[in-house]
Every structure is written in C-alpha cells, then in structure tokens.
Nanobody
Framework: QVQLVESGGGLVQPGGSLRLSCATSGLPFSRATMSWYRQIPGKARDLVALITWLDSTTTYLDSVKGRFTISRDNAKNTVHLQMTDLKPEDTAMYYC?????????WGQGTQVTVSS
C-alpha cells in the first residue's frame, strides 16, 4: 500500500521559513516524479513545485520562484519543500503528489498559514 505523509506545516510570520517533508512508503520512489501542490478553500489545487525522477529537473510556480526549493532524498524516499520569505498569499493546504508506473498518489496535506 502506497502512503504519502506530509509534515512540517504550521503558522509562520511573513518573511519566515518552513520546510515541508513528504515521507513515502510502498512507492518506487527513485522512479517517481514528485510534486507539491497547494489549495485554498473554493479553489483548484495549483502545482507549486515538481522534481523529476530521471535527473531531478525542477519546475516552479512563477510566484514561488527564488523562494521555494524542492529536493528529493532517494535513500530516504522523501521529498522536501524548503519555503523562504513566506507571504500571506502562500497560506494554503499543501499536498504531496507522486506519479510512478503510470499511477498517481496524494498525501493528506499539511496546512501552512502565513500571518502576523
């Protein structure tokens, strides 16, 4: 059974930092393209960052470029999202997403709230 478990969310002041982690199990992680999405109530989920399995190529939402960094640890089957210079508009539920062997998987989400 595949599981994706996010952690690291919380309340942070504007300008602060958080590091999200997504620990996976039951997944061929080294061959999985991993992503982080975010969603606010009433809106669709937006792709925030993606990292490929083949060569760790990364892609970012324009509004987070230069502030967020996605990385993967294939030895620990974990993907991270380092978030810096957080803004109130980054407030959302953040979800981990995996694509592997033509199957897709979601985590349960972790809330990030940026507020003073």
């Amino acid at each position: 059974q595949v599981q994706l478990v996010e952690s690291g969310g919380g309340l942070v002041q504007p300008g602060g930092s958080l590091r999200l982690s997504c620990a996976t199990s039951g997944l061929p992680f080294s061959r999985a393209t991993m992503s982080w999405y975010r969603q606010i109530p009433g809106k669709a989920r937006d792709l925030v960052a993606l990292i490929t399995w083949l060569d760790s190529t990364t892609t970012y939402l324009d509004s987070v470029k230069g502030r967020f960094t996605i990385s993967r640890d294939n030895a620990k089957n974990t993907v991270h999202l380092q978030m810096t210079d957080l803004k109130p508009e980054d407030t959302a539920m953040y979800y981990c997403y995996a694509v592997a062997s033509q199957k897709t998987y979601w985590g349960q989400g972790t809330q990030v709230t940026v507020s003073s």
